[in-house]
């Protein structure tokens, strides 16, 4: 019985002890789970803040900007003129800061997503190389672009990504990086699902610890944070890069030796397209090169070791005959060995024998590296290629073209002016003065251009009018564009179903483009109407037979951009002086409207900007009404489409406030957050007005 009562005790007490080890378990487990709900809250709250703050901060730094840019346009002395040009570079930068704050807190949120389309790597380095042409002029950093010849010429992932990734580490990378250079290497990876794409960054600034490197992805991190600190920034970079990597699968890794550079790595999985090679040479048996460039003037080793990596992979890669050369009598040599068909040297190596190499320049092309400012003598025989530069500027040059650029997106040289004439749109939207807008940019191209302003009326015209492509809005009343795209696709019994339809849409979150061509959409153009963006859409979309090119765009007249029952809106605008039209513009600027902005979505006609001033006045009266009586009725899906169409075109003639406000109000719209409309639907109707009012006044 002792035993009994003994073991009956210890298994009650180990029960008792059980229970309390696994209810203070519970206990923990439930505190940790609160607190990390209080961490998540916190950053959604901080991702917010950071929101509203980046809205509040835009429109004085448009402001800025936009001043600027209209006292650049005048005559300045030489002093004043740089001073707004600091003013304006000063803006421009702090502009930056708030479009990454913008990223942050969709990363943050977990609205990030990545697209998948087909895109040129070629076209990215492009881009990222005109950016750092400028950011660079004042560093006058080595730059040196090292891109695989054999890398597949079209992958498929998400090309604005890696391009804003690239973007973030190299403009970190300048930053902190005094003198020497840095160094882009792109290469691949063969996979079972297509490629990795790898790309790697190399400088020569001021490294890293290992501590600060454990830190580094931490957000608002600064390695340097010290008083006197010489580089700027929110510490958001490194996080956002990270961010957009993990959207697409990929990852990015950091090594320094110390305080002698930094490293990053990244690797990002991507589909293949086409595999054959994105750079390679028509004629390769025919051409030999020689390089000479004196690698005892770079003062850096690392500079050294950078082009001849660069070079060695050039041409093991295009496999061409290649050979180099470091000094004057090494090039003479080559001469006699070896049939060159082609020189190239920096500029040091050229200005120290210019008449030899301009006599050489008579036999055979002879192409000096330079930096974006320098200029030839007069008469000069010699090719340029300006740095900073890639393998793709050179074979572009050994294959018989003169652009120092690349290839655009679809294969065609960027920049490259281009018309549609013969081409039937049909562009729907339930505003008019988007209609106008379209009209007008659409036209620009020699485009024969209908309009119609609700998705029944667009069903109606397309069943008896052939069309070669269609500008759908997205939000209209009735039909709107999805339930519109459907009925077009069934007209016929489907002989619309290869119609190219765009979705015009001011919705322009990440992954808007996935979302509209999982709808049905071919593409998305979002609005206002840009015209780079309409020009990539239009080559991807169109028919080649279409798209003329060697001709700049159609000057199109400017009453063909106008409703009959609105031409008379230029009249009063006419004869207006450059000094007058600046003077308006500055008025317009100091009410808080990006004039800029509104230039550039007018395809910089000034008359066609005050057209849409005039316009958007002119509408007040009918718009207010209509979400007014929407409002009261308590009709909030309805209220949200009008709200929606105010921010659109807005933004089109640059109010950016107004238009962002807007937004908001549409956002609750649609999610019948009445409290919020009822607090902040005078506010808009009190902005609205006042930007009316500083337009007519």
Not at 37 to 58: D, I, K, P
Not at 178 to 202: F, V
Not at 482 to 488: A, D, P, Q
Not at 489 to 499: K, P, Q, S
Request: glycine letters at 8%; charged letters at 25%.
């Amino acid at each position: 019985m002792v035993r009994l009562i003994l073991g009956g005790a210890v298994a009650a007490g180990a029960f008792v002890i059980s229970r309390y080890r696994l209810n203070r378990r519970r206990d923990a487990r439930k505190r940790h789970e609160a607190t990390l709900a209080e961490l998540e809250a916190a950053g959604r709250q901080n991702a917010e803040f950071l929101s509203n703050v980046s809205h509040e901060l835009r429109t004085p730094i448009n402001m800025v900007i936009g001043i600027s840019e209209v006292a650049l346009g005048k005559e300045l002395s030489p002093e004043v003129r740089e001073d707004m040009q600091s003013i304006q570079m000063a803006g421009k930068r702090l502009s930056n800061q708030i479009n990454n704050m913008l990223d942050y807190t969709e990363i943050v949120e977990g609205t990030l997503t990545a697209v998948k389309e087909e895109y040129m790597i070629t076209s990215v380095i492009n881009d990222v190389i005109t950016m750092t042409a400028v950011q660079n002029s004042r560093h006058n950093l080595e730059m040196v672009f090292d891109v695989e010849p054999k890398i597949p010429s079209v992958l498929i992932g998400d090309a604005e990504k890696i391009s804003h990734v690239l973007k973030i580490l190299l403009e970190n990378a300048i930053k902190f990086t005094e003198e020497g250079g840095i160094y882009i290497y792109a290469g691949y990876r063969m996979e079972d699902y297509g490629i990795n794409l790898i790309i790697d960054i190399y400088d020569t600034g001021i490294g890293m610890t290992p501590s600060q490197l454990a830190q580094m992805y931490d957000v608002f991190y600064q390695a340097d944070t010290g008083s006197s600190r010489f580089a700027g920034g929110l510490g958001l970079g490194i996080p956002i890069a990270r961010g957009l990597l993990h959207a697409m699968g990929g990852f990015i890794h950091f090594d320094s030796r110390g305080h002698q550079g930094l490293e990053a790595h990244i690797t990002i999985p991507q589909k293949v397209g086409n595999y054959a090679p994105g750079i390679e040479i028509l004629d390769v048996d025919k051409i030999c090169i020689a390089c000479y460039f004196r690698p005892e003037k770079y003062s850096c080793d690392e500079i050294r070791e950078y082009y001849d990596r660069m070079i060695l992979h050039m041409v093991e890669g295009l496999g061409i005959e290649g050979y180099q050369a470091h000094n004057f009598e090494g090039l003479l040599k080559l001469q006699k060995e070896h049939k060159l068909t082609h020189v190239f040297m920096a500029r040091t190596e050229y200005e120290e024998n210019i008449a030899y190499y301009e006599e050489l320049a008579e036999t055979m092309p002879v192409v000096v590296i330079v930096e974006r400012n320098y200029i030839l003598p007069p008469k000069s025989r010699l090719l340029l290629l300006r740095k900073p530069f890639f393998a793709l500027s050179v074979v572009n040059l050994l294959n018989g073209r003169s652009q120092e650029n690349g290839f655009g997106e679809d294969g065609e040289p960027g920049g490259r002016p281009f018309s549609c004439t013969g081409v039937r749109a049909l562009a729907v939207d339930d505003e008019e003065m988007n209609l106008v807008v379209a009209k007008g940019v659409l036209g620009s191209y020699g485009m024969e251009v209908d309009t119609c302003l609700s998705g029944r009326m667009a069903v109606e015209r397309c069943k008896y009018t052939s069309y070669d492509i269609i500008f759908l809005d997205h939000m209209m009343p009735g039909f709107d564009g999805v339930e519109t795209l459907k009925r077009i696709r069934e007209i016929n019994n489907g002989a619309c179903l290869e119609l190219p339809v765009v979705a015009l849409t001011a919705n322009t979150i990440s992954g808007a483009r996935e979302m509209f061509k999982n709808e049905g959409f071919t593409e998305f153009v979002p609005k206002p109407i840009e015209r780079s963006v309409l020009e990539r859409v239009l080559r991807r979309v169109l028919p080649k037979e279409l798209i003329q090119y060697g001709a700049e765009p159609l000057d199109s007249d400017m009453e063909a951009h106008t409703l009959d029952e609105d031409a008379d809106l230029l009249k009063t605008e006419e004869g207006m002086s450059d000094h007058s039209r600046t003077s308006r513009y500055d008025l317009l600027i100091r009410s808080g409207i990006n004039v800029k902005m509104g230039l550039d979505y007018c395809c910089g006609e000034e008359e066609f900007y005050e057209e849409m001033l005039q316009m958007f006045c002119s509408q007040r009266e009918e718009r207010e009404e209509e979400i007014i009586a929407f409002y009261e009725s308590g009709n909030w899906p309805d209220y949200a489409v009008k709200v929606h169409a105010l921010k659109s075109t807005s933004l089109t003639i640059g109010a950016e406030e107004l238009s962002a406000y807007a937004k908001s109000l549409e956002m609750a719209g649609k999610k019948g957050d009445v409290d919020y409309i009822k607090k902040h639907h005078p506010v808009l109707l009190r902005m609205y007005e006042e930007i009316c009012e500083s337009i007519t006044g």
